[in-house]
């Protein structure tokens, strides 16, 4: 059988979300935003939900969510998201609300509206990109970064001394009396991908019924900011991050 | 229905807010305005009204609150005072830049650092000349009786919406705490989402039948388009320059001396005034009501033949510097005030008054 | 028997040639292209060896700019 034969509309099995728009997108070559976009905009799509999503875009790399995602979305302050969501959630309730967030954004200059919003049980998602590092100024270090990790403001090395230890912040999260569901997952394989997506499909549909804050982790990779190949940054990561950062459920409820 | 009540500043407008159909109140507590949030939750809006009102976690979280709600073309407010508006500067630069409406009050206090609970009018320039970072302005109200506390609050969300800018109540402790007569207006209903549609084609609540995504934002880095946004801005200040500017006179027409002040000392100057025409000296007050835009125009007219023009301010002098660009240094301008939370008795105004200019020696 | 044959297209002008989905695919049908770039001077993925194909989308799911289209047929024997 020819490759002709089966490139037909009607054995498609899988393309690009139309809620992905054309625009091409700014990330690096095997950044795993973009992975995590496609994702939310498969899940939005496949929950009618695009008439009722609302993103909060965050300040880091992923600040130009909006121009990827055909969705309504606000640009917040650095680490603000989860108060614009706070508002825009109660202000519409039969809204879909998510923030979508880095690790400054959650675990530094945000920390105080992340978990203060998570503790009073908004019922928003929030997705939160932790890939140690800050991409966008640069590859500095990040509240996640791991101890020994080289960035640009660590470059011999985080060391405890001198910068303290990685903030696991979703372990925070989830013993808060305000979240239902806080989960830790990653994209660098096939399987992976499936069930991230399983988990923000969950976080999003807790956010319509009510029942207080999902957080949905995604142990991601920066493979311009640790300087090595996606691949070798897939395996670093497995390697590496997910010793500090297990993936699996941390609530469930 | 109206309805006439005893209440504080601070009172009357949590119940100003209420009827005009605000539809969420996000704020932190602090001295002296904490009657706002108490009040609200008091009388349970969301129970009536359906109005949203939270206790945040900080200033920084309420005003981004704010920004959120006023993304969403909701009709939103905050209060604090002095403390509390520096920690909002982020959030009101970011309001400003992405043209959404919003409503801010500053119940002012003696400053700088933590300063004193008492009375002070030392945010001016913060709230007139900027504030946080970038080229932006806020319409300043600035209201001198509890009535007015009322009156601006619907006065701040009408220009707030019609320029979709960010608006700020400029009171000050006296006037938030002190208790008067008010008339509050007949309650009006809140804008259904479909009114909002209409009114805010612009704001974040769905792709309803699929129309193309709204974006809030204030990032722009092609510097071209972001040169045109600032200049839409600059276009939009202007337009308020031309409309919006708001003031008082009294005895202005041939007097002596002029006094120019804001907000509770404004009151004051009024008793100044009462007790100059007494000895036989003719005092003039011009009350500006919107400190931005500042009423330039009409204070170099009134003061056109006064022999000199006191600003009373409950500050090291802030206002005074917009005085003397008003009349172009023709007329000698001199300033009173007093800081740390103390508030002028009219003869010490008068007693000022007469040492700067040397009347009666 | 029946059997599982699969196809995919690559939108040279999205892919930034990040390897990944070379890396996901079970078969090793994908490669990138060795000398040939696309607009923005990618090295775009190619299905090098097509017939090894099942259609799996596990390249599509790992491709982090949703380049990639997958097709799949059911061949009886």
Not at chain 1, 55 to 67: D, E, L, Q, S, T
Not at chain 2, 97 to 112: F, Q, W
Not at chain 2, 213 to 226: A, P, Y
Not at chain 2, 282 to 306: D, M, V
Request: aromatic share 8%.
């Amino acid at each position: 059988m020819d490759v002709n034969d089966i490139l037909k509309p009607e054995n498609r099995v899988y393309k690009k979300p139309t809620l992905l728009n054309d625009n091409h997108m700014h990330y690096c070559p095997g950044c795993s935003h973009g992975v995590v976009h496609k994702l939310i905009a498969e899940i939005l799509e496949e929950m009618h939900a695009e008439e009722i999503a609302i993103g909060i875009a965050p300040v880091g790399c992923a600040v130009f969510a909006y121009n990827y995602i055909d969705v309504d979305w606000i640009e917040a302050p650095h680490g603000r998201a989860p108060a614009l969501a706070t508002a825009a959630k109660r202000l519409q309730p039969d809204k879909l609300v998510f923030t979508y967030q880095g690790d400054g954004d959650m675990a530094a200059i945000g920390t105080a509206e992340s978990l203060h919003a998570a503790n009073r049980g908004e019922n928003i998602a929030m997705i939160f990109i932790n890939n140690a590092i800050y991409g966008m100024t640069g590859g500095q270090m990040a509240p996640t970064t791991l101890l020994g990790m080289k960035t640009s403001t660590t470059p011999y090395g985080r060391r405890v001394d001198l910068n303290g230890y990685p903030l696991a912040i979703t372990n925070l999260m989830a013993q808060l009396d305000g979240t239902c569901y806080v989960t830790r997952q990653s994209v660098h394989t096939p399987a992976a991908v499936r069930k991230a997506k399983a988990a923000i499909r969950k976080a999003f549909e807790n956010s319509l019924q009510g029942k207080g804050t999902s957080v949905v982790e995604i142990v991601s990779t920066c493979n311009s900011g640790w300087k090595m190949t996606p691949e070798q940054a897939n395996k670093w990561m497995e390697e590496n991050m997910f010793a500090k950062y297990p993936i699996g459920d941390l609530k469930n409820e | 229905m109206e309805e006439v009540r005893l209440m504080k500043g601070n009172e009357a407008l949590a119940h100003a807010a209420i009827r005009y159909g605000a539809d969420g109140y996000f704020g932190y507590p602090i001295t002296p305005q904490s009657e706002v949030l108490e009040t609200l939750e008091e009388l349970r809006p969301w129970e009536t009204t359906g109005m949203v009102v939270l206790q945040a976690e900080s200033e920084l979280a309420a005003i981004n609150m704010v920004y959120g709600g006023a993304a969403c073309g909701k009709v939103v407010f905050t209060s604090s005072s002095s403390p509390g508006i520096s920690l909002m500067q982020e959030g009101l630069s970011y309001i400003a830049a992405s043209e959404v409406p919003a409503l801010i009050v500053n119940v002012m206090r003696g400053g700088p650092g933590l300063g004193t609970i008492h009375p002070s009018q030392a945010d001016y320039f913060q709230a007139t000349k900027g504030g946080g970072h970038g080229d932006y302005h806020m319409i300043v109200l600035a209201p001198s009786s509890v009535q007015e506390m009322c009156d601006f609050m619907w006065l701040g969300w009408d220009l707030a919406f019609k320029y979709r800018t960010p608006a700020m109540l400029l009171a000050d402790g006296i006037v938030g705490q002190m208790m008067e007569k008010v008339v509050l207006p007949e309650p009006r209903k809140r804008r259904t989402e479909d009114e909002i549609r209409q009114l805010c084609p612009w704001a974040i609540n769905g792709r309803k039948n699929m129309r193309p995504r709204n974006v809030v934002t204030s990032l722009e880095l092609d510097d071209e388009r972001m040169e045109q946004n600032n200049l839409r801005f600059q276009r939009t200040y202007r337009e308020i320059e031309k409309n919006e500017i708001r003031y008082e006179e009294i005895n202005t027409d041939d007097c002596d001396y002029l006094l120019v002040a804001f907000g509770s000392m404004a009151r004051i100057c009024q008793k100044v005034m009462e007790i100059a025409q007494e000895e036989g000296l003719k005092l003039g007050l011009l009350r500006p009501i919107t400190l931005w835009p500042f009423p330039y125009e009409q204070i170099k007219k009134s003061s056109r033949n006064a022999k000199g023009i006191l600003v009373v301010e409950l500050s090291a002098g802030q206002m005074i510097e917009d005085v003397k660009l008003a009349v172009e240094c023709k007329v000698d301008v001199k300033h009173y005030g007093r800081l740390g939370g103390i508030v002028p008795t009219p003869e010490e105004v008068l007693d000022s008054l007469k040492e700067q200019f040397s009347i009666n020696k | 028997m029946a059997k599982i044959r699969g196809a995919v297209t690559v939108n040279t002008d999205r892919c930034k040639g990040c390897n990944l989905c070379v890396v996901a695919c079970p078969t090793k049908v994908l490669l990138l292209q060795p000398k040939e770039v696309n607009n923005r001077g990618y090295h775009f993925a190619y299905m090098a060896e097509p017939e090894k194909c099942i259609g799996c989308a596990s390249c599509a799911l790992v491709c982090p700019d949703a380049c990639i289209e997958v097709y799949k047929v059911k061949i009886e024997e």
